[in-house]
């Protein structure tokens, strides 16, 4: 089940009743963070660690870089338990319909806007749900099971960056196309966009 869309400016801590999370201030202490994990975070925790992020360009020029035909994966960090990605899109371009095979994450958008689209699976096939759209410093969750499409709208006119957080760490995601009752295919990361 997809998550709220989030504004980074929500209020974070004891007068929300919310759990509390440190609030990081670089890309670095992020990593940090999870490079001492010890556990697999939940998704509450991803949504807290990216609701609370401040990252400046310059920290992420490193990780932004795009492609003709394709959007751009670049890997931040990754271990056992989780993985941070910046993705890159250029006008039009978007993934396939998809679902994360068995891991949960979040997406905030750092620069322009996403579209994502939401997709219910039953005994009559795939079938639209919802869409949104997201801007800069909103962000989304998905949960286990979720099948959803992202991308940057034609008509946008500019690039955009997303940062993206898994656990666990996305090996493969399951296709599906709309009018099907089963998922149609499975995308290994690795091999199929090698530049992570």
């Known amino acids: 089940m997809t998550t709220e869309i989030r504004q980074t400016t929500r209020a974070v801590g ?14 670095a202490a992020l990593t940090e963070t999870l490079s001492e994990l010890r556990r697999p975070p939940t998704l509450e925790e991803l949504e807290g660690w990216l609701q609370t992020l401040r ?9 932004v870089s795009f492609k003709e035909w394709t959007y751009a994966r670049h890997r931040v960090f990754r271990n056992e338990w989780v993985e941070l990605l ?3 899109w250029r006008p039009g371009q978007r993934t396939p319909i998809h679902d994360h095979n068995g891991s949960y994450g979040v997406v905030c958008v750092h620069e322009g806007v996403m579209w994502e689209t939401l997709f219910t699976l039953d005994a009559e096939g795939l079938s639209y749900q919802t869409a949104r759209e997201l801007t800069g410093g909103q962000l989304t969750g998905a949960d286990v ?9 034609d ?35 690795n091999s199929w966009n090698p530049t992570i």
């Open 145 to 153: 099971p979720d099948i959803h499409q992202l991308g940057n709208p």
């Open 14 to 27: 004891a007068l929300t009743g919310e759990p509390q999370f440190e609030r990081f201030g670089s890309l």
């Open 155 to 189: 008509v946008s006119g500019r690039n955009l960056v997303t940062l993206h957080l898994y656990a666990p760490p996305l090996k493969t995601i399951n296709t599906y196309r709309i009018g099907r009752t089963e998922q149609t295919g499975t995308l290994c990361l």
């Open 55 to 63: 990252v400046e360009a310059d920290e992420l020029r490193p990780y």
């Open 86 to 88: 910046v993705l890159c």
